[in-house]
């Protein structure tokens, strides 16, 4: 019998560019796309703001629900269940990754691989928007917000050596001078575009296990092009396609080194004939039981 695949919602869009992002896993739960499928899934938890943590800082609110999701995802890697986390803004890697560390940090680093048009290094002196959803790869490598960079530990949840960016597209000096400084990879798209994404995939993947234990990889749906998944708040023209991400990542879910996984930034307000709720749909199946679309 298959082990089952854990979902967590993130439901939360505080951070982002609209709160419609907190939208996303209530929609993805209920999906007749996905519940279709059949899959060995089994939704563990719905993470969601509480009301009274209104009167509270943006970073304070943020903080309450990345704990909340770092004690979660913490427990299902102690136990060693495969998970994917439904996002919301992309402020659940903090919560997500945190947990990640929290379990495994006493048996070596971990790695990410990020899958995005944007940077999200910004620290609140860099940023231009204010919003905390273009910050949390700072966070995790330990730049920014107190509340955020000490979830669980007060140590930093990643090192750069060990963070891979694949498809930036759209980002501002102050993070791109961060990533540079800490001498961060990232494969921006004219590179993705003339390598082509498995390849560039399968590289990542090999820099990111270098060093570690184990890694995990943070899709933004931003990162795919908005004509094959217009359902996101910060779409980016020339993406990634959306077919050789399925295959890129159908590639490497197999591999015992990859702990977990997350989907992140999908607004159903701004989705067009549903085209991005069945993309994650298909996503989840690739991750849930590794079968060819």
């Given at each position: 019998?298959?082990?089952?695949?854990?979902?967590?919602?993130?439901?939360?869009?505080?951070?982002?560019?609209?709160?419609?992002?907190?939208?996303?896993?209530?929609?993805?739960?209920?999906?007749?796309?996905?519940?279709n499928?059949?899959?060995?899934?089994?939704w563990?938890?719905?993470?969601?703001?509480l009301?009274?943590?209104?009167?509270?800082?943006?970073?304070?609110?943020?903080?309450?629900?990345?704990?909340?999701?770092a004690?979660?995802?913490?427990?299902?890697?102690?136990?060693?269940?495969?998970?994917?986390?439904?996002?919301?803004?992309?402020?659940?890697?903090?919560?997500?990754?945190?947990?990640?560390?929290?379990?495994?940090?006493?048996?070596?680093?971990?790695?990410?691989?990020?899958?995005?048009?944007?940077?999200?290094?910004?620290?609140?002196?860099?940023?231009?928007?204010?919003?905390?959803?273009?910050?949390?790869?700072?966070?995790?490598?330990?730049y920014?917000?107190?509340?955020?960079?000490?979830?669980?530990?007060?140590?930093?949840?990643?090192?750069?050596?060990?963070?891979c960016?694949?498809?930036v597209?759209?980002?501002?000096?102050?993070?791109?001078?961060?990533?540079?400084?800490?001498?961060?990879?990232?494969?921006?798209?004219?590179?993705v575009?003339?390598?082509?994404?498995i390849?560039?995939?399968?590289?990542?993947?090999q820099?990111?296990?270098?060093?570690?234990?184990?890694?995990?990889?943070?899709?933004?749906?931003?990162?795919?092009?908005?004509?094959?998944?217009?359902?996101?708040?910060?779409?980016?023209?020339?993406?990634?396609?959306?077919s050789?991400?399925?295959?890129?990542?159908?590639?490497?879910?197999?591999?015992?080194?990859?702990?977990?996984?997350?989907?992140?930034?999908?607004?159903?307000?701004?989705?067009?004939?549903?085209?991005?709720?069945?993309?994650?749909?298909?996503?989840?199946?690739?991750?849930?039981?590794?079968?060819?679309?």
């Open positions: 019998m298959q082990h089952p695949l854990y979902l967590i919602g993130y439901a939360s869009g505080i951070a982002g560019a609209s709160c419609h992002t907190g939208e996303g896993p209530l929609v993805i739960q209920k999906s007749p796309f996905l519940l499928m059949n899959l060995p899934l089994q563990k938890k719905i993470i969601q703001p009301q009274q943590q209104s009167l509270l800082r943006d970073d304070e609110m943020i903080r309450q629900v990345c704990l909340e999701l004690h979660e995802v913490a427990e299902l890697v102690r136990y060693k269940q495969r998970f994917s986390i439904m996002g919301g803004d992309h402020t659940s890697a903090i919560g997500t990754w945190s947990g990640v560390y929290d379990t495994l940090h006493d048996q070596g680093n971990i790695g990410l691989v990020w899958i995005d048009a944007h940077m999200d290094s910004h620290t609140p002196e860099t940023t231009e928007s204010g919003h905390i959803h273009g910050m949390p790869l700072a966070s995790l490598m330990g920014g917000y107190g509340t955020l960079t000490s979830i669980l530990h007060d140590a930093p949840k990643l090192q750069p050596e060990n963070v960016l694949i498809g597209r759209s980002f501002e000096r102050g993070e791109a001078e961060l990533l540079k400084r800490l001498n961060v990879r990232v494969y921006f798209i004219e590179e575009k003339e390598r082509g994404f390849p560039v995939l399968q590289e990542a993947v820099q990111v296990s270098r060093h570690t234990i184990g890694y995990g990889i943070s899709l933004d749906l931003d990162s795919i092009d908005p004509s094959e998944a217009p359902g996101v708040d910060v779409p980016e023209k020339n993406g990634l396609s959306a050789e991400v399925c295959e890129g990542l159908l590639q490497v879910m197999s591999d015992p080194k990859l702990i977990g996984t997350e989907i992140v930034e999908f607004d159903p307000t701004r989705d067009k004939a549903h085209l991005t709720e069945k993309l994650i749909a298909n996503l989840i199946k690739i991750i849930a039981n590794n079968d060819k679309l």
